[in-house]
C-alpha cells in the first residue's frame, strides 16, 4: 500500500482518474467540489504559499483504491483532510486500516511532530428532510482513532448559491499527546483555517470580483454564527473510541534516515559521492584526522557552487562566514 502524489494533470493521467472516479462515488452530491476546481489547484500546488495544498492516489499492488486530498496550515500546524475516499472491489464494505498506515508514514516523514488533524464527515438528508450523521463512516474514522467534536458544524454550500448556504457535518480530529478536549480557541481557530484559508482561499481563482465579494460575505456570515456559539471559556469535549489514537501511532513511525536522505538528495546523491571522494583523498594526503570539519564544510560548499541556486548560495554564505569564524578564533 502506498501515496503516489497528484501534482500534475498532464501526468499519471489513468491515476487521476481513477482517483477522481473514486471521489465522485464516495463524496455526497452537495459536499463535492467541481472537478475542474480540482484539476486547477492539482497544477497550482507547486506554488509558493504560506499554506500546502496535496493530491494523493492511494494504491495497493498498482491499482488505484482511494484519494486522499488535504491542506496543511503551517502556522497553526493544522491538517484539513478534505477527502479521505477509500474503496477495495474484493471486499465488501469499507476498506480496514492498511491503507491508512501509507498516510501515517507520510505524516511522520515530512513534517514536524505533534500536529493536528481535522476533517468533516457531511450530513446525509433523509427523505423526510432530516440531517443524520453518517454513521457508518463514522464508527469507521473512530476505529482509525479519530473523534467527534461535540460542536453543531456546518460547512458553507460548494456548488452554487441556490437554497441553503451551509449544510451540516460532523467535525473530527485527531489531537496530539492523546488529548481529548478543544478549548475555546482552538475551535475558532479551527473555524478560522477552515473557511477562511481553505474554501474562500479554494474559491479566489474561479469568481470574478463581485462573485467573490459575495463569496465573502457568505463565509463572513456563517463564520460569524459559528463563532457566536463559543464562549471565551468554553472546552469542547470529543467522542471516540479511547483504545486508539492515530497521532500516537504516527508518533512511533519517525522519519527514517534513508528516507530522509532520499528526499534531500534524490538523483543528485552520485553527484554528492563523487565530491566526497575527491575530498578524502585530499584529507589523505594532508594526514590529519582534524581536517574531517573542514572537509564537511568543503563539501558542502563545493555541492551548493554545484547547486547554484538562491537556497544554496544562502547556504554558501553561511558556510563561509562559519570558517572565517573558525579562522579568527585559531
Not at 469542547?236 to 534531500?264: E, M, N, V, W, Y
Request: hydrophobic share 40%; proline share 4%.
Amino acid at each position: 500500500m502506498e501515496l503516489k502524489a497528484i501534482d500534475r494533470t498532464d501526468r499519471g493521467v489513468r491515476r487521476l482518474n481513477a482517483a477522481l472516479s473514486i471521489y465522485r462515488e464516495s463524496i455526497l452530491p452537495e459536499a463535492q467540489n467541481p472537478e475542474r476546481q480540482i484539476l486547477y489547484w492539482i497544477d497550482h500546488s507547486r506554488e509558493t504559499l504560506a499554506d500546502e495544498f496535496r493530491c494523493f492516489a492511494i494504491q495497493n499492488e498498482g491499482d488505484v483504491i482511494g484519494y486522499l486530498q488535504y491542506s496543511y496550515f503551517r502556522e497553526e500546524h493544522i491538517f484539513f483532510f478534505e477527502y479521505l475516499c477509500l474503496r477495495d472491489q474484493t471486499r465488501s464494505g469499507l476498506l480496514p486500516s492498511e491503507a491508512v498506515e501509507s498516510i501515517r508514514d507520510h505524516l511522520a516523514q515530512n513534517y514536524r511532530p505533534e500536529f493536528s488533524i481535522v476533517f468533516e464527515v457531511a450530513r446525509k438528508r433523509t427523505a423526510s428532510g432530516e440531517w443524520t450523521a453518517d454513521k457508518k463512516l463514522i464508527s469507521y474514522f473512530k476505529r482509525l482513532g479519530f473523534r467527534i467534536v461535540d460542536f453543531p458544524y456546518r460547512y458553507p454550500v460548494l456548488q452554487s448559491y441556490d437554497g441553503a448556504v451551509s449544510y451540516p457535518a460532523d467535525l473530527m480530529v485527531s489531537l496530539p499527546n492523546g488529548r481529548k478536549d478543544l478549548s475555546s480557541c482552538e475551535v475558532r481557530t479551527i473555524l478560522r483555517c477552515i473557511y477562511f484559508k481553505h474554501y474562500l482561499r479554494w474559491d479566489r481563482p474561479f469568481l470574478d470580483a463581485e462573485s467573490f465579494r459575495k463569496r465573502e460575505l457568505l463565509i463572513n456570515e456563517l463564520h460569524s454564527s459559528e463563532v457566536s456559539k463559543i464562549s471565551g471559556d468554553d472546552t469542547f469535549g470529543t467522542h471516540g473510541d479511547d483504545r486508539r489514537s492515530l497521532l500516537t501511532r504516527i508518533a512511533r513511525r519517525q522519519p527514517q534516515i534513508t528516507a530522509l536522505l532520499g528526499k534531500i538528495f534524490g538523483p543528485k546523491m552520485p553527484r554528492v559521492l563523487v565530491v566526497m571522494l575527491v575530498m578524502l583523498g585530499a584529507q589523505s594526503l594532508l594526514g590529519s584526522s582534524w581536517m574531517l570539519v573542514p572537509f564537511v564544510l568543503a563539501v558542502a560548499a563545493v555541492y551548493c557552487l554545484g547547486e547554484n541556486t538562491d537556497t544554496s548560495r544562502r547556504l554558501l554564505l553561511v558556510i563561509i562566514s562559519r570558517m572565517s569564524l573558525s579562522r579568527q578564533r585559531s
